[in-house]
């Protein structure tokens, strides 16, 4: 089954919505907050559908301001045709969402499995640990075909994260595992990072890595055994 | 005369003012400033219209209850009984609670959240300090009596006065503080980020790691600046909005408490940020103990939920994510980014303030109240969160922000 | 409101009742005769249930600015939901709670008063702005003095009539109820980079030793007759040894010889034997049997299997947790009278040293005269209070523990180190009601709460079971949630769930003493203060609901 949903209007404040690929029922009478207001998602979104055999969820129209989007989703596509709004696959373990526009922050927050393709820009924290929390991204894929903002893969403990275009301030800090691609340039990378690798095409190297043969080790504040490798840009 | 008044300006909270009639005794010049006569507003309006209180705070009730997402920000330069009040209201409306630390030392409780702080009072820096550093911050002119109570000048039990004290003062131009300083570092902006951890290698013994040059330092003053800090026997490092507001924001504080953390496996050190308005601490601990978090906070789904960046006020804001703003003591028309201003034009504004701002000119509804520590009294904490009683010290025919609260949360 | 709890089945050790049925009558707040109360407004059926009086948390940082630095710095527990915002209000925080949570959760289980063991004096107007938030239960809080520089002085000087004084000014200060001592000397040393070792090591500066400052705050606390005597948190907690440490301050407390006149709090974290995490043991066998023949009281400070966050005045204990844990670490150096320190940390079952944790502080609860333990977690040290009837029962049931032991896979490593598995001792229910009731009364001195006492305050919880025939599958259930919870003669819980949200009062004790003959040395010391002497301390009208307590 392919369900499409759409906004029915423009919204006052944001909508969360934690769409997940489900069944009909379940989608339509799914409680999502216009603020303090709980209402159900088919009294604030058009839902039509068809069945082909799919798993899948196409977000037609604006959803920049609808949080949540993919939370906790394990199986099943969600195809999201414009912009999306924060917390886009927060805490997803499987399956698999498409951005066609740009994304807010916290892309993939905790993120332990599944993956992400924005084909677009995404914002700031992307595949972060939340606030507090001792570990970010453990598992899955994050692709950025755009840009991405600051602090990237904070305390990433394993899965992958590339950034076609360039990041921000902060890739990878105090990682403990995992991957980072960012194929243009970055500030700051791989602060008091412990283990995992960064590859990046122009950052800034901390005063607290050495360089190795073609790498920087670090970071050695924490004892950290991480590497950054420095790649060649995309053409 | 009234004595041992509390100054109602500064995080420094001075308590040693004194009142004859109107005249202040130990009064820095912005605590003379403060305490000065202000344009007032007049009286409670209603879109211009003066109204009673009565009308006016049934209005601001109506306001927030209608609303999806009400925004509920200010709160440094009140009282703590104030702002219990006030969380409690965004609690019962399901609106967001932010304060002006969003705005300002929020990078300081990020980088608390991640790292913690080795902090303490500002007696340490008085009692035991043999070292003071001020990083990114201007006591001179931001605090002025921050020098001579509490940390240069000071005469502490064991740290008896100047001349037992060194002051490194870091920061990106010669500022009036950096004529106090034994030794004053010009750094290049946006760099203090690299030299913290710069430093922080220098006293971890990786030295090898340290290029050449790091914003500005050369590597030997570098490391020559870490063996100087790590010679304290109890060292103090004060720091500002040169570090929160610049490239890092919290990762500069995560990186000076770091080390802050590396400093204290040789000797002992502690931090202290130079929090602006008197009373921005307790507009943090207060939510933290009424619904666990210090800002950022939302209530629309009946339980609080943290997330700066996206209930703060400036984003909030900026993503349209809220649909009418109560402004208590503050003004973010004059201070917020344009987009955030736009959205408020937008959208219901009630101001709750003694004296006229850019923000009264936006707002629909306008309640006057009592000037905190001089017309109404109340809790607030210093800069290092040590509580203090503000006093009232004159009569006058406002409500105090107490009172407005209480009214507020009955019709809600 | 006129409330008789009928055919309750009864446990009040103060009077000897264990388990028998019976009519309770309340009238304004108090329990009164039959007789007295005239026209019962409500009946509560508590036929086949059991009536105590409502439960006392001796020691749990619930208020200041500690626990709330923790807050600030543990988003990732607070985010925990315990309820929502409806008529009462949100309640949040897995193990560390909000004020409104910490209110609703003790009177849930049955709790009506907690004490807030280790305000410093100069923050206690926050800790009371904190007290004045949690709703329901009574309170009131410890003031610090292990690390004040007056103490020093005045025992360095051996002077009982000057340290009286200071007791008194400083209790005044703030509105506390008592005196707290937190590794006396220890504090201090930490400003130096250092800790003290011994009770008997001079501390860095001053001429006195830890021993003196206890004896002397004993000696003052005695003489001025206060409710509740000195409460320490002994030297060289929480290390491989202390239970020696722990031994030699009991022996100060022999000297005195006043009954209830220490407080040993946490006993659990300072009673292990060793000299390294390898050899670490439980000193809590022959440390029970110095507690039962002494004048010493204790807590039981138990650890839970789990994550939580230590909070303690003991900066130097929390510098070396940190080192070990590798965590966030907060510190306060708080002027020249104490600091703190607050680290996360997690309890594992498998880890053999939080594994002899566990298994000291059961052991505890088991060898140490009921009429001299209460039942505690050291609140959030040990784990949420939450947890008290988790203890309870296991506590009351071997096979709880053994299967507990099972369950958890908790190291076997406390089969060498602790005698925990050998005890087949089970408390009863009577020895429970003791352990979190009558005894924590005696030892604070509230004679109106800890009974069922003609006259006592109304302050009951009814429990949905009947003590006389416990089920050990069934003890914890039971437990975790009351019937009918009582405050002050209103219920506030019923079924488990909070209807009626009130306010409870505050202790404090008021002391008559000469203030003047220490004037000269709080002027001088105030010179080092970064606050007035004026500005220093609550005032009782700043407190929501103060009940002054006169000796």
Request: proline share 4%; glycine share 10%; net charge negative.
């Amino acid at each position: 089954m392919t369900v499409i949903i759409r906004p029915k209007r423009e919204f006052e404040v944001c909508v969360e919505a934690e769409i997940v690929p489900t069944n009909l029922n379940e989608l339509k009478s799914l409680k999502v907050y216009l603020g303090k207001q709980e209402i159900s998602l088919e009294e604030l979104f058009e839902i039509e559908y068809f069945e082909d055999g799919e798993e899948k969820i196409i977000l037609r129209g604006d959803f920049s301001k609808v949080k949540w989007i993919g939370k906790g989703m394990k199986k099943g596509e969600i195809i999201v045709e414009g912009n999306a709004g924060m917390h886009l696959g927060a805490f997803m373990e499987g399956g698999k969402i498409i951005v066609k526009g740009n994304c807010d922050d916290w892309v993939g927050g905790m993120m332990k499995g599944g993956e992400i393709i924005i084909e677009g820009n995404a914002g700031n924290r992307v595949g972060c640990n939340y606030w507090g929390e001792s570990k970010g991204m453990e598992g899955g894929k994050i692709i950025v075909k755009g840009n991405a903002g600051n602090y990237i893969g904070e305390k990433m403990k394993g899965g992958e994260i590339i950034i076609e275009g360039n990041a921000g301030d902060f890739v990878g800090s105090e990682m403990l595992g995992g991957c980072i691609t960012v194929f243009g340039k970055a500030g700051y990378v791989g602060w008091d990072m412990k283990k995992g690798e960064i590859r990046v095409g122009e950052c800034e190297i901390l005063p607290s890595f050495v360089k190795d043969g073609d790498v920087f080790k670090g970071d050695l504040n924490v004892k950290g055994e991480g590497i950054i490798k420095i790649i060649k840009k995309l053409a | 005369m009234v004595k041992d008044v509390v100054c109602t300006f500064c995080g420094n909270a001075c308590d040693d003012i004194e009142f004859e009639e109107e005249y202040g005794v130990n009064l820095c010049p912005l605590g003379e400033a403060k305490f000065s006569k202000k344009d007032r507003i007049k009286a409670p309006m209603i879109d211009g219209k003066e109204v009673t209180y009565e009308e006016a705070i049934e209005k601001a009730a109506e306001i927030l209850k209608e609303a999806k997402r009400p925004l509920l920000y200010g709160w440094s330069s009140t009282v703590n009984e104030a702002i219990r009040l006030g969380v409690i209201i965004a609690e019962k409306i399901g609106g967001i609670y932010d304060q002006c630390s969003s705005v300002c030392h929020a990078p300081t409780t990020l980088a608390m959240i991640e790292q913690g702080i080795v902090g303490g009072t500002l007696g340490q820096a008085k009692n035991r300090a043999d070292i003071v550093v001020f990083w990114g911050c201007n006591p001179v002119e931001a605090h002025p009596r921050h020098p001579t109570r509490y940390s240069v000048m000071a005469k502490g039990f064991l740290t008896k006065g100047r001349l037992d004290r060194k002051v490194i003062v870091v920061d990106v131009r010669k500022t009036p503080t950096a004529y106090l300083a034994t030794d004053f570092y010009v750094v290049k902006p946006n760099s203090d980020f690299a030299i913290f951890t710069a430093l922080r290698s220098a006293i971890n013994g990786n030295e090898n790691a340290i290029p050449d040059e790091v914003g500005g330092l050369k590597r030997d003053e570098i490391i020559n600046l870490a063996e100087k800090l790590e010679k304290a026997k109890y060292g103090v490092i004060f720091f500002g909005l040169g570090i929160t507001h610049t490239r890092g924001h919290e990762r500069n504080v995560e990186a000076v408490i770091k080390l802050v953390q590396d400093l204290n496996r040789k000797t002992r050190y502690i931090l202290q940020p130079m929090r602006g308005h008197f009373n921005v601490v307790g507009s943090g601990e207060v939510p933290a103990w009424e619904v666990g978090f210090e800002y950022a906070i939302d209530f629309s789904r009946k339980y609080a939920r943290f997330s700066p960046g996206e209930f703060t006020a400036v984003e909030a804001l900026i993503r349209g994510d809220c649909d009418a703003a109560m402004i208590v003591a503050s003004d973010p028309v004059a201070h917020f980014p344009k987009k955030a201003v736009d959205r408020l034009k937008e959208i219901p504004v009630i101001q709750i303030d003694p004296h006229p701002n850019l923000t009264t000119k936006v707002a629909n509804v306008v309640i006057p109240t009592a000037i905190v520590g001089i017309e109404a009294e109340g809790t607030i904490y210093r800069m290092d969160g040590i509580p203090l009683r503000v006093k009232k010290i004159r009569d006058s025919k406002y409500m105090s922000d107490i009172e407005v609260m209480e009214k507020l949360l009955e019709k809600i | 409101m006129t409330i008789m709890i009928k055919n309750g089945i009864v446990v009040d050790p103060t009077q000897n009742i264990d388990g028998e049925k019976m009519d309770l009558f309340i009238k304004n707040g108090k329990l009164v005769e039959e007789s007295e109360a005239g026209k019962v407004e409500k009946v509560i059926d508590a036929n086949g249930m059991t009536v105590v009086p409502g439960g006392i948390d001796i020691h749990a940082h619930i208020a200041g600015p500690k626990i709330n630095a923790g807050r600030s710095m543990r988003p990732e527990d607070l985010k925990y939901v315990r309820s929502k915002s409806n008529k009462t209000r949100c309640a949040m925080g897995k193990v560390l709670l909000t004020c409104p949570a910490i209110g609703y959760e003790y009177a849930k289980m049955g709790y009506t008063t907690a004490i807030e063991p280790a305000t410093p004096t100069i923050y206690s107007i926050h800790t009371h702005e904190e007290l004045d938030s949690i709703p329901i239960v009574d309170k009131a809080a410890l003031p610090l003095f292990g690390n004040w520089h007056l103490t020093f002085k005045f025992a360095a000087e051996g002077d009982v009539e000057k340290m009286k004084a200071f007791v008194a000014w400083a209790i005044d200060k703030a509105k506390g109820y008592g005196i707290k001592i937190v590794n006396p000397g220890g504090v201090e040393a930490w400003m130096y980079g250092k800790n003290v070792h011994s009770i008997h090591e001079l501390i860095p500066g001053f001429e006195a030793t830890p021993a003196e400052v206890l004896t002397t705050l004993m000696k003052a606390a005695v003489e001025l007759n206060l409710p509740h005597k000195v409460h320490v948190h002994c030297n060289n907690l929480g290390v491989p040894g202390s239970a020696e440490t722990t031994a030699e301050t009991i022996k100060l407390a022999e000297k005195i010889g006043k009954e209830n006149c220490l407080h040993i709090t946490h006993v659990q974290f300072n009673s292990y034997t060793g000299d390294s995490w390898k050899n670490i043991g439980s000193g809590a066998e022959e440390l029970s049997k110095l507690i039962n023949s002494s004048p010493v009281t204790v807590d039981m400070g138990q650890v839970i299997f789990g994550h939580t966050t230590t909070m303690t005045a003991d900066g130097p204990f929390e510098f070396a947790l940190f080192k070990l844990a590798k965590t966030k670490w907060i510190n306060k150096d708080v002027e020249i009278e104490t600091g703190g320190g607050i680290v996360p940390i997690t309890y594992r079952a498998k880890s053999p040293v939080n594994a002899v944790q566990w298994a000291t502080s059961l052991e505890f609860g088991l060898l140490v005269d009921p009429d001299k333990i209460v039942v505690s977690t050291d609140y959030p040290n040990g784990g949420p209070f939450v947890e008290y009837p988790y203890i309870i029962s296991l506590l009351m049931s071997k096979k709880l523990r053994e299967n507990e032991v099972k369950e958890k896979n908790v190291s076997n490593y406390i089969e060498r180190a602790t005698s925990l598995l050998s005890l087949d001792i089970e408390r009863s229910f009577y020895d429970i009601v003791k352990m979190t009731r009558s005894t924590p009364a005696k030892i604070l001195g509230l004679k109106n709460k800890g009974t069922l006492r003609i006259g006592a305050d109304a302050d009951i919880a009814i429990y949905p079971f009947n003590c006389n025939e416990v089920r050990d599958e069934e003890l914890l259930k039971s437990l975790e949630r009351t019937a009918y919870t009582i405050k002050s003669g209103e219920i506030v819980v019923k079924d488990g769930e909070i209807v009626s949200d009130i306010w409870g009062k505050t202790f404090w004790v008021k002391v008559n003493s000469e203030r003047e003959i220490i004037e000269e040395e709080l002027n001088d010391v105030f010179k080092y203060y970064t606050v007035s002497k004026n500005n220093y301390g609550v005032k009782e009208e700043w407190i929501r609901k103060p009940e002054v307590v006169k000796v």
